[in-house]
């Protein structure tokens, strides 16, 4: 694994709102309820972390820091509930940054698509079958919203069907570039073709793993791609058997950016 070291900048209004040495003077200050303390801890003159600060400020659309006066302890400075924010924003954009740096040698992920490069990097699920794809069409029935979508290796589109009001809030529209995920129990293999409206897919057995109660195979379908399934141990099948595969439009849940 490579040691890199990834320096994050943010700019409002094309000066620099935070950048490291700023965001550990923030810190500083949260811990010593000081600002020459923190300028201390921070390794920097008093004048200079008072410079830093009021450059923030009047960048900052809400103050960061509140003055504390009298009081038992003769008073000091905090910060405000949006200068707690941003040190936390910050922390979430630092760990972004290195997982995507992290991708740049993991040729399989393209770096073409800003969905499937943040999935692979912040996304974990249960799930082992995600695909990406496109949305094709949208269809508005009785009560649900068919959302046909095209993946680069089928050559038929994959259907599935949710609520109209999870296509209003993934904001679906023609083109848009989605994630597919559909766990490996929910594909459903047939030895002749089932007489089902959508989501019949040839496919070929590529492999079988033996568990206790199951058997975890993988399929090729399309032009290559390779998907899980999960059936019984009681049925009997081999590798290069040709067979169907069904996927319930129910079963397929949908992510987008």
Not at 178 to 203: D, E, R
Request: proline share 4%; charged share 20%.
């Amino acid at each position: 694994m490579l040691d890199s070291e990834v320096l994050l900048t943010i700019k409002l209004h094309q000066q620099i709102f935070v950048d490291p040495k700023r965001i550990r003077l923030l810190r500083e200050i949260a811990k010593s309820g000081s600002i020459s303390q923190a300028a201390k801890n921070a390794k920097v003159s008093y004048k200079s972390a008072w410079d830093h600060l009021e450059a923030m400020n009047s960048l900052s659309p809400i103050p960061l820091l509140a003055r504390n006066t009298g009081g038992k302890n003769g008073g000091g400075t905090t910060l405000t509930n949006y200068a707690k924010r941003l040190l936390k924003l910050y922390d979430l954009l630092e760990q972004t940054q290195h997982k995507a740096f992290s991708i740049l040698q993991d040729e399989q992920v393209p770096l073409d698509s800003q969905l499937s490069a943040t999935a692979r990097f912040s996304l974990q699920s249960s799930a082992r079958n995600q695909f990406f794809g496109t949305v094709k069409s949208l269809k508005q029935e009785s009560n649900h919203c068919a959302v046909e979508i095209q993946l680069p290796l089928l050559d038929q589109p994959i259907t599935a069907f949710i609520t109209p009001q999870s296509a209003l809030r993934l904001q679906l529209v023609l083109g848009k570039e989605v994630m597919l995920m559909i766990k490996a129990p929910w594909i459903k293999l047939f030895a002749k073709k089932p007489q089902k409206s959508c989501n019949v897919f040839h496919a070929l057995l590529s492999s079988a793993n033996q568990q206790p109660n199951t058997k975890e195979i993988i399929l090729t379908l399309g032009k290559g791609l390779q998907c899980f399934a999960s059936i019984e141990n009681t049925v009997k099948i081999q590798k290069n058997d040709q067979l169907f595969c069904y996927i319930d439009p129910e079963q397929i849940v949908l992510l987008t950016m």
